[in-house]
Structures are given as structure tokens and as C-alpha cells.
């Protein structure tokens, strides 16, 4: 798809800064119209005329100005006057003339030449402001994008400013280009089938959608799908980020959705895609105090009205796409607007493995990869993260100076996105570097000495830029949707293995269990609260999930009373699985001293190696 912006003809900048001027213009005019003699004669003091004639006859004056109603004079110490004009005084002449007084008739105020001096004076700032604003202007101009971009900032705000995707023939996104949501897919056919052949709805009464919402984590590809709809419809795609709707201005907001869907009825059959529309579409607050969410709630009152105004058999289809459903107006979810939810979940193995695959094809994959180990090592990642991890093994790949991408520079993109890249001037001491060869040691052989845990894949104590000093990494045999108790119980065991390495074979403790604890702490409260895995509270829900797409922020939902005693249990489940990894560790300490001694030396082994250390028979001595 080429991406296109739709803009009206923009206004010449000239017209911008001419109006600009016009309103300068008219205030200087009334200033040097009212304002400037005003100012000039400010100082000039008015007497009566008999003042005027008892100061000419005392010999006080030294020049005159006589005009059609107003006599101005200066007396010998400097100082100006001015009074009216008596047309019956007759002898005025006369008495400048015995007085000795310098005097002239003046029938313009102003001579042509003060008249051109007041006008330069006064048009000579407002020359040099315009040069300094037009200056402004064209920096301006420039950081927006020319004069288009400037006349749209100052007074194009209700233009929508969408971006319009016009498909080209082999360059438009396809289904074929999106893996790992077939679910997703699935559901968004029925939109493309709609579009390509319309009758054959309309023909059995069938009234498609007018909006698709796409909901799930980030990096899923909720865009990508959405793109891909247009490109398999070959229909304009019209895309707009719910932020862009928002202004500082009430109204504009509401303008933008109008300008939106006006291009949108002009272009149809089309897609609209307004990506996080959770920015928009929160849920109104009828509480809000001072209305500062007026603008927020107008734009989202005008796009419910634009949804219920516009007819879905044009072939105007709205998809929007947001990871915090939770928060969006029951308004905006009702039939008739949003009508079908799309989950665009995280992929499982088939999906991580596919994602993988798609994104190998652009890069030089070697023989030796195998991208379903990869994939069994990245569970919980997302299209985004899979697409990163290929893209980081080729980057590795042209680093060691490889033609084409291997199993090991895979592996270690899985380690530089999850734990970060190899710590090249981080320097341990002998004693450290023992110290986390046991920590880690621990982690793998109380996962192994269980039953219900994960193999161990790698084992390293390279430090990382994450700041792990080292991790253990475990890796399922195939995908897993459910866990038990005993494995839960399993996991926490592991996670207290580091510690009670430590306190098995040093008799103290380090600060590099804080993850471990957090872990362990996290998943002993999730039992109690949200499994329901206790005889102490059954199946009571004891927290809610909040925000489960980003994070899944619990909050508890209980009495401080209960809220003490599901602390007192949650330490109970951690207490006796550290004790139970402590006791696993007292009994094979041999193995324990050789694995670690082993990792000590090496700094990284594989899964592999770990096991056949575990499963050596001792050698017996003679």
C-alpha cells in the first residue's frame, strides 16, 4: 500500500500574512489618525484668550501660530500654550505687529512634510514587525511541513488529517502476511467477503457489521490485520491514532470525526481504522467538576453519531483497535456501532512458530536453525517481540561475519531480548562469580529433581545489560494453557533455589534472589487470590484484574482482616517451598559442587550437558 495524505489545497502563505497585516495595518491607522497628535500636543497647555492678550501686551511671547480655530504660542521661558481663535478679534494683527512677536497663519495643521515624517515614524515598526512575523512564519512553515502544513496548524484544525493507503498491484498486505492469528483472520474474512460481493448478503437479509473492534496486547499486530483487510479487499484504507482527535480547542475533535467519515462516505467502499481508541472512547464521567473532558466526550459524542448516521451497505467499515477494552463507553459497544469484538491474542507454539517462520524468509537462514526450539523458548512473546528476535540474530550473524543466520545466533537474540546483551566490561570477582554459579546451579537442579517443572534448557552466568548476573533457562516440551497446583508449587521451589544454594553452601545470603523473590511472592499471592488454590478461602475471588493487556495490574477486593491473613498464608507457600528446595539441595550437594564447578569454568552450558553431569554415575573409588 502507498500511503497518501488527504489535504485540501492549502492557502498561499502571502494571503496568510496579508490578513495578518490588514489588522496591523487598520490598528496603526487609528493610532496615527488619533493616538500620535494626541500624544504630540499632550504637553501643550490651553489658556483662555484674555490670558493669550495680557501675556502679548506684558512682552512674555516670542512666536505665534495663528490657524482657523486654535492659536498656539511659546512664551520666552519655552514653554507652549495654546488657545481659541476669536474670529471677531479683528486687531490680532495689529498687536503682534506693536508686540514685536514672530507670527504666520497656518490653515493646515500639519504641513505635507510632517504629514510623510509621521507616516515613516509610524509605519517604520510595523515594518520591521512584519519582517521579524513573516521570519517566524517560514520557520514555522518549515517544521510543519511547507505552507500546507503551517495554514493546517493555524486554521485547518478540523481537518480529520487521516492517512489514506492506496493499494498498488504486489505491494498491498495480505492475509498471507500476517501468521500467528488465524482466529483473528477468520472472523475479519467475513468483512472482506462483504465488500467483494455485497448482493449475496443483501439477498438473505444479512446486515454487515458496521465495526470490528480488535482487542489484545501490544505488538500482536492489531494494525497489520487491519491494513491487511483493505489489502484483500482492495479498497481504500483510511488510518487515524485516537490522539490526533484530540485538541486543545472544544470542537476541533468533533470537526476531525466529521471531516473523517465525510472522506470516507466520498471514497466508499473503504476501510476507516482509528488505532487506540481508548484515547476517545473512555467511558464519560457525569462528575467530571470543571468539564475538562468536554472536548475528550464532544469527539466521542459525534463519533457515536457518525456511527449510528452512516448507512454499512455503502461498504464503510470502521475497525478500531485498543489493548484497554476495559475502559471504552458501553455506548461505543453496543449493537449497531462496534459490533464484533476480535481478540488478537498472543500466538501460542503453532503461532510463535509461524510468525517465525514468515519473518525468516526475508533474512540467509543456515541449515542447522530450528525455529520450533526457538519457539519453545519464547513463550508469552508477541509477533513484534518474534520479529525483533530474528532481525537481532541477523544482526548477530553479520557481526561474527556469517553469511547466513545459525542456531546459535538465534538462541542468543532469545537471550538479548529477554534478559539483554552480553555485559562486556562487567568484571566479577572470583568469589562473585562462585557465588552465582551455585545461585544458578540451584534454580536447575531443584527444577530437575522435580517432577512436575520444565527441562533445563541453558545455563549461564554471563552477566547481562538487564543487570542478571546470570539466568537459568527453562523450556517446555510443548505448549501449556493450564497449571496445577503442583506445578505452581513446583515453580515456586525453583525460584527459592538460588537462595537456598547459597545458604546451603556459604551459610549466608546476596542481594541476587530480589527477582527470584518478587517471582515467587507474585505467583504464592495469585494462588490465594485469583486460583482459588487454598483450603483457607476455597474459590473466593480475593483481588481484580485490572488492565489485563498491559501488565495485569491486582488490586485486592477484601477487608484489611482478610487481607492480613492472605499475607500470612502467601508466606506459608513460599516459606515451606524454600524449605523443601533447601532439603533437595542438602541431599545431592555432590552434584551440586560438580555442576557448579563445571559452570564455573565454562561460564555457559546447555540443557544437555546439565543433564548428563546430573545423571553421571559417581565414579567408586578403590
Known amino acids: 500500500m502507498k500511503e497518501t495524505q488527504q489535504k485540501q489545497p492549502p492557502k498561499h502563505p502571502k494571503a496568510t500574512f496579508a490578513s495578518v497585516y490588514c489588522v496591523i495595518l487598520i490598528i496603526v491607522l487609528l493610532m496615527n489618525t488619533l493616538l500620535f497628535p494626541a500624544m504630540a500636543k499632550m504637553s501643550i497647555r490651553t489658556v483662555d484668550y484674555g490670558t493669550f492678550l495680557n501675556m502679548l501686551e506684558e512682552e512674555k511671547l516670542t512666536t505665534v501660530q495663528l490657524e482657523e480655530q486654535v492659536i498656539y504660542f511659546v512664551d520666552k521661558d519655552g514653554a507652549s500654550y495654546k488657545t481659541s481663535a476669536i474670529p471677531q478679534d479683528l486687531q490680532i494683527v495689529d498687536r503682534l505687529i506693536n508686540a514685536g512677536v514672530k507670527f504666520d497663519r497656518v490653515y493646515e495643521q500639519r504641513t505635507m ?35 500546507g502544513g503551517i495554514n493546517q496548524m493555524m486554521f485547518g484544525g478540523g481537518k480529520s488529517g487521516a492517512k489514506q493507503y492506496v493499494v498498488e498491484e504486489g505491494q498491498s498486505i ?62 481504500p484504507f483510511f488510518s487515524i491514532a485516537g490522539s490526533e482527535f484530540v485538541e486543545m480547542f472544544v470542537g476541533m475533535g468533533a470537526s476531525k470525526v466529521r471531516d473523517l467519515f465525510k472522506q470516507a462516505s466520498e471514497k466508499a467502499p473503504c476501510i476507516v481504522f482509528i488505532d487506540e481508541i481508548d484515547t476517545i472512547g473512555k467511558k464519560r464521567d457525569s462528575g467530571s ?79 542447522d536453525c530450528d ?23 541477523a544482526l548477530g550473524a553479520v557481526r561474527h561475519g556469517r553469511k547466513a543466520v545459525t542456531q546459535p545466533d538465534l538462541q542468543e537474540a532469545v537471550d538479548t531480548i529477554l534478559a539483554g546483551a552480553q555485559k562486556k566490561n562487567a568484571i566479577l570477582s572470583e568469589k562473585e562469580k562462585c557465588i552465582v554459579a551455585y545461585h544458578e546451579v540451584g534454580h536447575a537442579l531443584v527444577a530437575a529433581l522435580q517432577t512436575h517443572s520444565a527441562p533445563v534448557q541453558k545455563i549461564t552466568i554471563v552477566p547481562r545489560t538487564s543487570g542478571a548476573l546470570g539466568f537459568t533457562m527453562q523450556v517446555d516440551e510443548g505448549e501449556r494453557t493450564l497449571m496445577t497446583k503442583e506445578e505452581m508449587l513446583d515453580k515456586i521451589a525453583t525460584f527459592t533455589g538460588g537462595r537456598a544454594a547459597e545458604e546451603v553452601v556459604f551459610g549466608s545470603v546476596t542481594t541476587g534472589a530480589s527477582n527470584d523473590i518478587e517471582q515467587a511472592t507474585k505467583l504464592a499471592r495469585a494462588m490465594v487470590t485469583r486460583y482459588g488454590m487454598t483450603e483457607d478461602f476455597d474459590m473466593v475471588a480475593l483481588e481484580t484484574v485490572q488492565n489485563a493487556y498491559l501488565g495485569g495490574d491486582a488490586s485486592l477486593a477484601c477487608s484489611q482482616a482478610t487481607a492480613d491473613r492472605v499475607d500470612e ?33 565454562r561460564e555457559t552450558i546447555s540443557g544437555e550437558e546439565f543433564m548428563d553431569i546430573l545423571n553421571r554415575k559417581p565414579q567408586l573409588t578403590a
Not at 515624517?117 to 520557520?139: D, E, K
Not at 508469552?380 to 520479529?387: I, M, T
Request: proline content about 5%; glycine content about 10%.
Open 113 to 147: 512634510l510632517d504629514v510623510v515624517l509621521g507616516w515613516v515614524l509610524s509605519l517604520l515598526p510595523l515594518l520591521l514587525l512584519g519582517w521579524w512575523f513573516n521570519r517566524m512564519l517560514r520557520r514555522q512553515m518549515n517544521a510543519a511541513g511547507g505552507a
Open 289 to 367: 467538576g470543571m468539564g475538562g473532558n468536554d472536548e475528550r466526550e464532544q469527539t466521542l459524542n459525534q463519533l457515536l453519531t457518525e456511527m449510528d448516521g452512516f448507512d454499512a451497505a455503502k461498504g464503510v467499515v470502521i475497525l478500531a483497535a485498543t489493548n484497554r477494552p476495559e475502559t471504552l463507553d458501553p455506548a461505543l459497544l453496543r449493537p449497531g456501532r462496534f459490533d464484533r469484538r476480535v481478540p488478537v491474542e498472543l500466538p501460542d507454539l503453532h503461532g510463535r512458530e509461524a510468525i517465525l517462520r514468515l519473518h525468516a524468509q526475508k533474512v540467509k537462514i543456515g541449515p
Open 174 to 235: 495480505k492475509f498471507a502476511d500476517v501468521a500467528g492469528q488465524d482466529e483473528a483472520k477468520e472472523s475479519l474474512q467475513e468483512i472482506v467477503d462483504f465488500l467483494h460481493n455485497p448482493k449475496k448478503y443483501e439477498e438473505i437479509g444479512a446486515k454487515m457489521p458496521k465495526g470490528a473492534l480488535l482487542v489484545g496486547p501490544p505488538g500482536t499486530g492489531k494494525t497489520l490485520l487491519a491494513r491487511a483487510v483493505a489489502g484483500e479487499a482492495e479498497v
Open 569 to 601: 498464608k502467601v508466606v506459608s507457600i513460599v516459606k515451606a517451598q524454600h524449605e523443601k528446595a533447601r532439603s533437595l539441595l542438602v541431599e545431592n550437594r555432590a552434584k551440586l559442587d560438580e555442576i557448579s564447578k563445571y559452570l564455573y569454568e
Open 371 to 393: 525455529l520450533n526450539v526457538i519457539a519453545r523458548m519464547t513463550p508469552g512473546a508477541s509477533g513484534a517481540e518474534l520479529a525483533n528476535i530474528v532481525n537481532e540474530a
